[in-house]
T-cell receptor, first 114, second 114 residues
Framework: SAVISQKPSRDICQRGTSLTIQCQVDSQVTMMFWYRQQPGQSLTLIATANQGSEATYESGFVIDKFPISRPNLTFSTLTVSNMSPEDSSIYLC???????????FGPGTRLTVL | SQQGEEDPQALSIQEGENATMNCSYKTSINNLQWYRQNSGRGLVHLILIRSNEREKHSGRLRVTLDTSKKSSSLLITASRAADTASYFCATDPGSGGSNYKLTFGKGTLLTVNP
């Protein structure tokens, strides 16, 4: 199974600032996904990040607010820009294991915006 | 939009009892995956069942899938206090326009009392 790590595991940030979350996979993968889980809610897909192309954003999410980088096949970053308290959530990255349909998730980044 | 809908939203049982959680969905799927989440941490993948499968087992877990009713169930037998967590189903449409994007249900919060 794919092993995914995320940094930071949690952070408390001030309104108006930005935070970059890193996601590292222990093997090369084509597709990486970023999800948001608001307090007490389920997971919502933010965007799909494929290496060598622009990220594809879901309805309600825009690049200016959530810029994503995918510099290689094992790494991706998600930035939460100009944060407000409504951005307080757990952010999770995910990937599909090569050759299977199983999707694995990182441990998540718990973000609190004051 | 949410594809999967789990019920019940919350379930409280005694240790040793069985727990059954249900998931319904709306559109065609390639597979359905069940996850566990402990206290707002990352998601742990439990089991994947494909659209052409009707039942799968993994240890104390049993998953069924009825594509005619667009529903799935997760049974945990002989539950333990350590099974206390939120359980989510996620539908995978496969390749094509939806490009492997998982859609999550709202989850069932399972509490196993010692």
């Amino acid at each position: 199974s794919a092993v995914i790590s995320q940094k930071p595991s949690r952070d408390i940030c001030q309104r108006g600032t930005s935070l970059t979350i890193q996601c590292q996979v222990d093997s090369q993968v084509t597709m990486m996904f970023w999800y948001r889980q608001q307090p007490g809610q389920s997971l919502t897909l933010i965007a799909t990040a494929n290496q060598g192309s622009e990220a594809t954003y879901e309805s309600g999410f825009v690049i200016d607010k959530f810029p994503i980088s995918r510099p290689n096949l094992t790494f991706s970053t998600l930035t939460v820009s100009n944060m407000s308290p409504e951005d307080s959530s757990i952010y999770l990255c995910s990937t599909r294991q090569g050759g299977t349909d199983t999707q694995y998730f990182g441990p998540g980044t718990r973000l609190t915006v004051l | 939009s949410q594809q999967g809908e789990e019920d019940p939203q919350a379930l409280s049982i005694q240790e040793g009892e069985n727990a059954t959680m249900n998931c319904s969905y709306k559109t065609s799927i390639n597979n359905l995956q069940w996850y566990r989440q402990n206290s707002g941490r990352g998601l742990v993948h439990l089991i994947l069942i494909r659209s052409n499968e009707r039942e799968k087992h993994s240890g104390r877990l049993r998953v069924t899938l009825d594509t005619s009713k667009k529903s799935s169930s997760l049974l945990i037998t002989a539950s333990r206090a350590a099974d206390t967590a939120s359980y989510f189903c996620a539908t995978d449409p496969g390749s094509g326009g939806s490009n492997y994007k998982l859609t999550f249900g709202k989850g069932t919060l399972l509490t196993v009392n010692p």
